[in-house]
């Protein structure tokens, strides 16, 4: 009886210990030094809320659609300034952006993830 509390104990701790570490990179953000008791502003992120960013383009994967962008923080989302990768609406809007380029950009939430829908 004793073994097996003991080992619940391991598995319970080893378990915590890999979503601690998981939580640290979560679906291409860097949230190294975000206060993750905010739960990301999930409550403020209804789907189709706009929000407004700004921030410099890391990335693009134009095959899959999607943009990285080191932005500023969000007010809307009480989000600190962090690198994360959107889907983006409209792949024309590709063609606007530049790896380096500073952009002001507007995206949503859709579903587990953001969406950029537009920039300049």
Not at 52 to 60: E, M, Q, T
Request: no cysteine.
């Amino acid at each position: 009886m004793k073994q097996t509390a003991t080992l619940a104990l391991v598995a319970a701790l080893t378990l915590g210990a890999g979503t601690a570490l998981a939580a640290d990179k979560m679906d291409g953000m860097d949230m190294k030094g975000m206060d993750m008791g905010k739960k990301m502003g999930d409550m403020k992120a209804a789907p189709g809320a706009a929000h407004k960013a700004v921030g410099i383009v890391k990335a693009i994967d134009a095959a899959a659609g999607t943009v990285s962008v080191a932005h500023e923080p969000v007010k809307s989302l009480e989000w600190p300034a962090m690198v994360m990768g959107f889907a983006v609406k409209d792949k024309a809007l590709l063609d606007k952006l530049a790896v380096g380029k500073k952009i002001e950009f507007e995206f949503v939430k859709e579903g587990k993830g953001y969406t950029l829908t537009s920039a300049k």
